[in-house]
């Protein structure tokens, strides 16, 4: 089993960034892939960025891209998402999730079998 827990969230404005993190829980952290999901008021939870167990490899919704960065540190079992020129429409609960069995980062929600409860990230414009 593994715990969750997202820090990081808060009021910005536009232009401006947030680094958030995800703490886990537990030895095996740095053998799973991590990813970060959002979702708006209103509408279905969405894909932001994904990151492999070495750190290695990324992935990232194309609204984000140039935008977010996804990292990661095995030795503190945690994984950050940098959130650079903030835009109204990022405003959304965020939440980390850990997938267990796959490699490549991937956006498909299924695939993850722990999530954190989601910390808010609201952008004024």
């Known amino acids: 089993q593994v715990q969750l827990v997202e820090s990081g969230g808060g009021l910005v404005q536009a232009g401006g960034s947030l680094r958030l993190s995800c703490a886990a829980s537990g030895r095996t952290f740095r053998t799973y892939l991590m990813g970060w999901f959002r979702q708006a008021p209103g509408k279905e939870r969405e894909f932001v960025a994904a990151i492999s167990w070495s750190g290695g490899s990324t992935s990232y919704a194309d609204s984000v891209k140039g935008r977010f960065t996804i990292s990661r540190d095995n030795a503190e079992n945690t994984v950050y998402l940098q959130m650079n020129s903030l835009k109204p429409e990022d405003t959304a609960v965020y939440y980390c999730?850990?997938?267990?069995?796959?490699?490549?980062?991937?956006?498909?929600?299924?695939?993850?079998?722990?999530w954190g409860q989601g910390t808010q990230v609201t952008v004024s414009s």
């Open positions: 999730a850990a997938d267990r069995t796959y490699t490549n980062p991937s956006g498909r929600e299924t695939n993850y079998d722990y």
